[in-house]
């Protein structure tokens, strides 16, 4: 074999690379059980809080040593393989900035009426439009104001420079909504830096493209109504004077004495001696910290005190490695601390680390100057009317400020106190910037300027506008998932994953022999490789994720059995053992090339249109496809040519004595039934589509919009029972089906589906608990661990805004239209005929449709399946298997027609169907296998992705035979019928 060394080389790089990431996943595991054993106490009752603070105090220390690096506690979590909300509980939130406040923020808020008609129209027509919300304001404006100019409205004083009355309507539109795209920048920035200190590990934060929409993920948090207010909350702009170095003086004995005069109120004994004696030396004071700090830190370590001594001694301007920073806090808001600290000073750490000369980052903690008895600050951040990013007078990026008249007043009162001093710019109490004041600023208008970076002054510029253009977010996507919920969905997962795997192996060893044991060799490698590639990217493995891994054990089991049935295809001619595995490798690469490529088309697809679950699903299904073209066909090529290292008398075969001769030598006519076939499928598709519009669908969440809620009982409870109880509630907007359990219902309800404020996702959530509680008797708890007798608690629970459903809605079809495309055109480059590209694309068609009909013959049989992102991701998965099993005939057909002699097209065609038959039966058994088994063990929240997928891999593999095939001979009949008909035309002329 050629080019050996090269995939054994790659093959032990990946291997080493993958051990290496996975390993951190060991050590956070370890680290996180050593937290439970500390809070662990003697009756086996876990502390929570005790866990929380051991992990904090390790996140910036080291904890993992690999080859000399020392790795902290935060890096190892940020490498990990981490598990998604699903598998560990937490929650999911889709924010918007809300547009309405912007436009009125910058037309001053006028009270003028046909305005703020103008501005509800648009915000009425927002919730079924897909259009921007400033050209629904801009069409609103023109009906109701008859020609009048937008600069009537926003030629302000706070916009003189930008707008003037001579500003016509299109810039104006533009100034608006180059703001409507600040504030949302502005606010994604200032949510990711309250999300870093939220104190969750591995949280994901990021903009939807195209719209005004942030979704965020918070791995493990338990107090969803805390997360509700750090991310509606409005950003709190200030200015506050800094104090310098010394500013306060002091002397050591006043803080020894401060120190004894704390221990003897407190009656505690001095740290550093048998009494109460003022501590006579800097070094005293120095291992009485130390002391201290070892009564305070849990895992005792060390941390240099210097800069706290330095703090006593009113020494200001610390500045602290980041990897101290959590230690420190515990320190100075220690009680027994806070009184060696002036009354008028409070400490505030910058936003974001530096790095030292010698490398390290290191955060600076600020000394800020207060009123005795309050914490207001000296200006407020409402007085800003603009900021924006411009140069100084050297040309480097500098940021130029305007307040109003009464911010004007307040600054130069400021700057003329503080002239050579600094003035911190606070936003949500962490500071930003602290710039030095040159001079007295009179009228208002001040540029900051400094080591910037371009992209810093324009971040700044933003954060300044915080406090002139507020934007609030509203909550219009939320999902919460319970830790029980979780817990039970990674068993389910594993479960499904293990059972399909063995499923799998057994059929292999026991079809193929030794030849089975190569492929199973190549499936550990798939696996492993997906899970070491995983935690290289830092992406959290979800449900969905597992049902990717779970599929990807069924398919990359495809590329062997296309290279084994080729092998054994090849000795049944009599062809030596060697070179039938060399022609087999040859034959089965273009194949197994053109079906992994289409399917990954289809992932990418998934990942660039998708979003929440389908996402995770489509990065595994990628990565799972890449490891199992590498695996299947290079690994398994090398294990092979070192089994048959003695040529043809090596002892390696290729099948079980009962299977030697299975599906072979078939000489079916498949092409002759193709009418029936055509009129089969025409009628159940038909018939299910008549269903599906007499009857409907049943839409998710996702698509329709709505509130759903999982309730655990301790004891079974009637779906429809409880639904005529809550029908009262809710005006009969309410479903209760059962969720994997008799005694776990979901509930779903459209009840104000177009109110996202937080009064409604209360005003439902009391009249789901009432209304059960009334049903049933039973009381509500909030831990589910807890559940007892007549008891009931709500472990997960999701909201989609009306707005949001839609634009799932869009992306769905989009994405469905996108992979047929791609499709066509890849079909189309490969194969050279249209023929081809046509037929594959009506056979997946025809498969979406079937899929569709399904569900809806389904729940006339009374097994509903809901329709919802998950259920897309499962079509485009059928999409990318069903092709992929075109494929394989079609390239078939395409070597058997360069070789077809006097054979005529449809024996060409019936003869390649035949040919590959057993590898598409055994290849669709195999990924059935799997499909069944997250069908029965996957749970609740796979039900219906399971279900589309088992009839779309068992519709797949009959239209490849029965609707593709059938379609190219057709069609091209009429070709070769013209082309015969020239040729005649041609000699009788």
Request: glycine residues 8%; aromatic residues 8%; contains cysteine.
């Amino acid at each position: 074999m050629q080019n050996k060394g090269v995939i054994v080389f790659l093959t032990v790089i990946i291997t080493a690379l993958c051990l290496y990431y996975l390993s951190f996943t060991l050590v956070s595991n370890g680290v996180q059980q050593k937290a439970t054993d500390y809070a662990t106490d003697a009756s086996g009752n876990i502390d929570f809080g005790k866990k929380r603070a051991y992990l904090d105090s390790v996140w910036r220390q080291p904890v993992y040593n690999f080859l000399g690096a020392d790795y902290t506690y935060q890096e190892v979590k940020e490498t990990e393989l981490g598990l998604g909300l699903d598998l560990q509980g937490g929650m999911h939130v889709t924010l918007e900035v809300s547009p309405v406040e912007i436009v009125k923020g910058i037309a001053g808020n006028p009270k003028d009426e046909l305005f703020n008609k103008s501005v509800d129209d648009a915000r009425q027509a927002a919730k079924t439009s897909d259009s921007k919300f400033v050209d629904l304001f801009y069409s609103a404006w023109q009906q109701n104001n008859a020609g009048k100019n937008l600069s009537s409205i926003f030629a302000t004083a706070a916009n003189r420079g930008r707008i003037s009355l001579e500003s016509s309507d299109s810039e104006i539109l533009e100034i608006i909504d180059t703001e409507i795209e600040n504030a949302i920048e502005r606010s994604f920035n200032i949510l990711r830096t309250r999300i870093d200190r939220f104190g969750t590990s591995q949280p994901n934060i990021q903009r939807i493209a195209g719209s005004g929409r942030i979704q965020i993920e918070l791995p493990g948090v338990d107090n969803q109504e805390r997360v509700r207010n750090l991310l509606q909350g409005v950003a709190k702009l200030q200015f506050w004077e800094v104090l310098e170095l010394n500013e306060y003086g002091g002397s050591i004995e006043a803080i020894n004495s401060a120190w004894v005069a704390d221990q003897k109120a407190n009656k505690m004994a001095p740290l550093d001696s048998a009494s109460a004696e003022p501590l006579s030396s800097e070094d005293s004071l120095r291992n009485a910290l130390e002391k201290q700090l070892e009564q305070i830190d849990p895992l005792n370590q060390t941390l240099d005190v210097s800069p706290l001594i330095s703090l006593m001694k009113a020494n200001y301007g610390l500045v602290y490695d980041v990897r101290d920073t959590i230690l420190v806090n515990r320190i100075i808001k220690n009680e027994r601390y806070e009184s060696f600290l002036p009354r008028d000073l409070k400490l505030l750490w910058g936003v974001k680390p530096t790095q030292a000369e010698d490398g390290t980052e290191v955060l600076e903690l600020y000394a800020i100057k207060t009123a005795r008895g309050t914490n207001e600050a000296p200006l407020e951040g409402d007085v800003v009317t603009d900021a924006r990013q411009t140069l100084d007078q050297t040309s480097r990026p500098a940021v130029s400020m305007q307040m109003n008249a009464e911010g004007a007043r307040k600054w130069r009162k400021l700057t003329s106190e503080n002239v050579g001093r600094r003035i911190a710019v606070v936003l949500d109490d962490y500071v930003y910037t602290a710039p030095v004041v040159n001079g007295e600023i009179p009228n208002g208008q001040s540029e900051i300027s400094g080591n910037f970076t371009l992209l810093e002054a324009q971040d700044l510029a933003n954060i300044l506008k915080s406090g002139s253009l507020p934007a609030p977010t509203q909550i219009v996507e939320e999902s919460i998932i319970g830790p029980t919920l979780g817990k039970e969905a990674q068993n389910q997962g594993i479960i499904s994953m293990i059972a399909g795997l063995v499923l799998v192996v057994l059929f292999m060893i026991a079809y193929y022999s030794k030849g089975g044991f190569v492929a199973i060799a190549a499936l550990v490698f798939n696996i492993f490789f997906i899970l070491g590639i995983l935690a290289q990217l830092g992406t959290a493995l979800t449900l969905p994720g597992i049902a990717g891994i779970v599929l990807t054990i069924g398919m990359s089991i495809d590329a062997n059995v296309l290279i084994f049935e080729r092998i054994k295809e090849e000795l049944r001619n009599g062809v030596g053992l060697l070179a039938a595995i060399n022609t087999g490798y040859s034959k089965a690469f273009s194949a197994i090339l053109d079906g992994n490529v289409t399917t990954f088309l289809t992932g990418a697809i998934l990942y660039a249109l998708g979003q929440g679950p389908v996402k995770g699903f489509a990065i595994v299904l990628m990565i799972g496809i890449a490891c199992s073209f590498f695996s299947s066909v290079f690994i398994t090529r090398v294990i092979i040519s070192w089994m048959t290292k003695k040529g043809d008398k090596s002892k390696i075969n290729f099948s079980a004595p009962f299977a030697k001769n299975s599906v072979t030598a078939l000489n079916i006519d498949f092409l002759g039934k193709r009418k029936i076939a055509y009129l089969i499928s025409s009628g159940i598709i038909v018939v299910g589509l008549a269903l599906a519009a007499i009857n409907g669908l049943k839409f998710g969440v996702d698509f329709t919009g709505g509130r759903s809620y999982i309730v655990a009982f301790n004891e079974a409870v009637v779906p429809s029972d409880l639904k005529v109880g809550l029908d009262g509630e809710f005006d009969g907007s309410v479903e209760v089906k059962t969720y994997g359990a008799n005694n776990v219902l979901k509930v779903t309800t459209s009840y104000l589906i177009n109110e996202d404020d937080d009064a409604s996702n209360l005003e439902v959530e009391n009249k789901v608990k009432e209304g059960i509680a009334n049903v049933t008797g039973f009381s509500y708890v909030d831990n589910a661990e807890q559940i007892a007798d007549k008891q009931f608690s709500i472990t997960g629970s999701s909201k989609v805004g009306a707005t949001v459903a839609d634009d799932i809605k869009a992306s769905s079809a989009e994405a469905m239209i996108a992979a047929l495309i791609a499709i066509f055109l890849y079909i189309l480059i490969r194969f050279r005929k249209w023929q081809f590209s046509l037929a594959s694309i009506v056979a997946l068609v025809h498969d979406t449709l079937f899929v569709i009909a399904a569900f809806a013959i389904a729940s006339t049989f009374g097994a509903t399946f809901e329709i919802d992102q998950v259920f897309i991701a499962a079509v485009l998965t059928v999409i990318g298997y069903s092709i992929n099993d075109t494929v394989i005939v079609f390239d078939r057909i395409r070597e058997n027609i360069e070789n077809r002699g006097t054979h005529k097209l449809v024996k060409v065609f019936n003869d390649a169907i035949n040919q590959t038959l057993g590898r598409t039966l055994i290849t669709s058994f195999t990924t059935l296998i799997v499909v069944i088994v997250l069908l029965i063990f996957g749970g609740e929240v796979l039900r219906g992705f399971s279900f589309a997928l088992f009839i779309g891999i068992t519709v797949g593999t009959y239209s490849s035979i029965y609707i593709a095939t059938p379609i190219v001979v057709d069609l091209m009949k009429k070709e070769l019928d013209n082309e015969n008909a020239a040729k005649e035309a041609k000699k009788t002329a």
